[in-house]
C-alpha cells in the first residue's frame, strides 16, 4: 500500500519572479518515489483563495501527509516550523491586493497550532547531508502561517500529520536580493527528498 504524500509550493509574490517552493514542487512533481503516491499543488498568494486550493487539493489525494512549502527571504537554512498562530498580520499585500493587519485567521480558533511532523529527526537527517536545516519558531504572520494554521486545524487528530517548511531564496533570485542570503534549488529539492524518505519509511 502506497504512502500517500501532498506537498505544496507557491506562486511567486510581492513582484517577484521565482519561488523557490514553486520550482521545488515542480522538480520533484516530475520524479518517482518507492512506495510514495505523490501529489503536489502550487497554492495563490491570497488569502480568500489558498486554503481553498490546499483543501481541493487534500481532496483530491486524501494524504496520508501533508507538507506545506515556502519562500523565507533572508533566511540561511532550511527551517521547519514548530507553531502556527491564529493571525494574519503583514506588511505587504497578497497577490489580489489584500492587506490583513492584526486580523484572526479563526476567531473561534486556539491562540497557536504545533506541527505534527517529526521536525527535530528531519533537521537531523539533512544536516547529516551538510545542508543547513533548524526548527523555527515562528512561520511569519502571512501566507505561509496562514496556511500552516488552516492545515493543523484541518488535521487536528486525525491521524494525518502536516506542517510547514520555509525554504531560503534560490541562487537564481540573487540579483532581486541584493545581499540576501541563498542556496541552490538542487540542495532544496534533496533536502525535500530526504523529508519523503523518512516519512514513507515510518
Not at 78 to 83: L, V
Not at 114 to 122: A, V, Y
Request: overall charge negative.
Amino acid at each position: 500500500m502506497s504512502f500517500r504524500l501532498l506537498v505544496t509550493g507557491f506562486e511567486p509574490f510581492n513582484g517577484g519572479r521565482l519561488n523557490p517552493s514553486q520550482e521545488i514542487v515542480r522538480t520533484i512533481a516530475q520524479r518517482t518515489y518507492d512506495g510514495v503516491e505523490l501529489s503536489t499543488a502550487i497554492l495563490p498568494v491570497e488569502y480568500e483563495n489558498a486554503w481553498p486550493a490546499l483543501s481541493a487539493a487534500i481532496a483530491e489525494s486524501k494524504p496520508n501527509a501533508v507538507i506545506c512549502l515556502g519562500q523565507a527571504e533572508g533566511r540561511r537554512t532550511i527551517s521547519f516550523e514548530k507553531i502556527a498562530v491564529n493571525l494574519d498580520d503583514a506588511r505587504i499585500a497578497d497577490n489580489a491586493g489584500v492587506l490583513r493587519t492584526q486580523q484572526p485567521i479563526d476567531a473561534q480558533g486556539p491562540a497557536s497550532l504545533e506541527s505534527t511532523l517529526p521536525i527535530e529527526q528531519f533537521v537531523y537527517e539533512i544536516n547529516s547531508l551538510v545542508i543547513p536545516a533548524e526548527v523555527s519558531m515562528s512561520a511569519g504572520t502571512f501566507l505561509c502561517n496562514h496556511v500552516f494554521y488552516r492545515i493543523q486545524q484541518e488535521f487536528a487528530e486525525s491521524g494525518v500529520v502536516s506542517g510547514f517548511v520555509h525554504v531560503p531564496l534560490m541562487t537564481e533570485q540573487a540579483e532581486d536580493f541584493d545581499d540576501l542570503p541563498t542556496m541552490p534549488l538542487e540542495y532544496m529539492v534533496t533536502a525535500v527528498e530526504k523529508i519523503i524518505a523518512v516519512l514513507s519509511q515510518d
